[in-house]
């Protein structure tokens, strides 16, 4: 029973022999299977992929045609595009044009109406001086006006000078425009034109002669009074002088 006893703890006790485990695939078996099989589960998946439009009724054809027409609809659109747009910067320029032409036809109709206007007016002042054989002897003014000009301080003059009695000869001489205007506390005197050579000579008629001019004064000055010069030629003598009040 000794003997049994010894035996079984030499078997089954703490100072029994190691027990030592082997496997029955050697290593490089087992790696050449986890590669076969991964290249098996790599085509599945691969062949997944490539057939998937058949498993799932997906055309690749068809949406590669579909596709190509969808860009060269874009692209048709994208030059229809540019060309509307083009057209429409044409047509709001030329827009413009028409615009700026009606807008200078207007003022341009406007011009005449008025000079028509005076016109008729000079003309009715002539016949009736003709008609009634009343016109004054030497030379006379009718139908004198100062007006603004639209920009600032800019003015506008415009007369008829006539000559009565026998008109032997034409008269010749220049026109000079003196206008007062305050400036402060101070009443000055502006002459125009100032330069004596650029006005000689611009006078000659036997009947009568339309005048008109602008001038302008300084922005800080408020205009008084106008008066109108005819000086004779040579000499500078004045045959004739008007004056316009301003208030």
């Known amino acids: 029973m000794r003997g049994l006893a010894r035996r079984l703890r030499s078997n089954f006790g703490i100072r029994s ?102 016109l008729k007016e000079d003309l009715a002042f002539l016949r009736k001086m003709m008609s009634s054989g009343a016109m004054p002897e030497g030379i006379g003014v009718s139908n004198l006006k100062v007006e603004p000009d639209g920009r600032p301080n800019e003015y506008r003059y415009r007369m008829l000078l006539t000559q009565g009695g026998q008109r032997k000869q034409d008269f010749k001489g220049r026109l000079q425009v003196v206008a007062r205007a305050q400036q402060g506390s101070t009443l000055n005197t502006f002459t125009f034109p100032e330069g004596p050579e650029e006005i000689t000579g611009n006078v000659e008629f036997r009947f009568y002669q339309k005048l008109e001019g602008r001038f302008r004064l300084p922005d800080d000055a408020m205009l008084r009074s106008v008066e109108i010069r005819v000086l004779a030629a040579p000499g500078g003598q004045v045959k004739l002088s008007r004056t316009l009040n301003f208030s």
């Open 17 to 118: 022999a190691r027990m030592s485990i082997r496997s029955q695939m050697a290593w490089y078996w087992r790696w050449l299977f986890n590669i076969l099989m991964m290249v098996v589960v790599g085509g599945v998946v691969w062949w997944l992929v490539e057939n998937s439009y058949q498993i799932t009724g997906f055309n690749r054809e068809e949406t590669r045609a579909q596709l190509d027409t969808l860009t060269n609809q874009n692209r048709v659109l994208k030059r229809d595009l540019e060309a509307s747009r083009t057209s429409l910067i044409e047509r709001d320029r030329q827009l413009q044009i028409d615009r700026a032409s009606q807008g200078e036809l207007a003022r341009n109709v406007a011009q005449l109406q008025e000079e028509n206007a005076t």
